[in-house]
T-cell receptor, first 112, second 114 residues
Framework: DADVTQTPRNRITKTGKRIMLECSQT?????MYWYRQDPGLGLRLIYYSFDVKDINKGEISDGYSVSRQAQAKFSLSLESAIPNQTALYFC???????????FGPGTRLLVL | GENVEQHPSTLSVQEGDSAVIKCTYS??????FPWYKQELGKRPQLIID?????GEKKDQRIAVTLNKTAKHFSLHITETQPEDSAVYFCAAAETGAGSYQLTFGKGTKLSVIP
């Protein structure tokens, strides 16, 4: 689904570095989400945004921050990366009425 | 907050057999229950969903049932095929005016043996 894109697709960084993951969508959706996926733990919500001026913490927001630069763009930052933030990160979007969430291709992050 | 338990964590079936994955949820206010399929190396994609005003929903070989009283819902796949092999996630949410957030189960890895 090319309507939701994520950059970079893969990233290796070192402990203590700041890193930003970016998500863009052309679906015209108002709502955007960041999830983290770890083996055996499913998908856990980090942050979500229901419009440009609305940002909410999810289940596991500690160590992360987000920025909603525009309706189509939602970025996730790790201010000071640590090894246990090594995971697969997904961005998702949904419309105002239809609850279906559409996921991006994911960013695989390795923190050394 | 909502808590979703999913069982089994792994499931192997012979091609042509049926597969059943079960989930329970804790928040009685939840009213939306989607199922996502994630093939190896791919993104999760919605395969079917059900709302609390419906007890069962079917789409070709897949069906979902919901028991609101017991707070559990299940995914049924009939006549399984090798391409059904994937990780399946259930989720629950309370939707309505304002906001909603999905709480996912931990996933079931389904293997269909040819």
């Amino acid at each position: 689904d090319a309507d939701v894109t994520q950059t970079p697709r893969n990233r290796i960084t070192k402990t203590g570095k700041r890193i930003m993951l970016e998500c863009s969508q052309t679906k015209g959706h108002d709502r955007m989400y960041w999830y983290r996926q770890d083996p055996g733990l499913g998908l856990r919500l980090i942050y979500y945004s229901f419009d440009v001026k609305d940002i909410n913490k999810g289940e596991i927001s500690d160590g992360y921050s987000v920025s909603r630069q525009a309706q189509a763009k939602f970025s996730l930052s790790l201010e000071s990366a640590i090894p246990n933030q090594t995971a697969l990160y997904f961005c998702a979007t949904s419309g105002r009425i239809q609850e279906t969430q559409y996921f991006g291709p994911g960013t695989r992050l390795l923190v050394l | 907050g909502e808590n979703v338990e999913q069982h089994p964590s792994t499931l192997s079936v012979q091609e042509g057999d049926s597969a059943v994955i079960k989930c329970t949820y804790s928040d009685s206010a939840s009213n939306y229950f989607p199922w996502y399929k994630q093939e190896l190396g791919k993104r999760p994609q919605l395969i079917i969903d059900i709302r609390s005003n419906v007890g069962e929903k079917k789409d070709q070989r897949i069906a979902v049932t919901l028991n609101k009283t017991a707070k559990h819902f299940s995914l049924h796949i009939t006549e399984t095929q090798p391409e059904d092999s994937a990780v399946y996630f259930c989720a629950a949410a309370e939707t309505g005016a304002g906001s909603y957030q999905l709480t996912f189960g931990k996933g079931t890895k389904l293997s269909v043996i040819p």
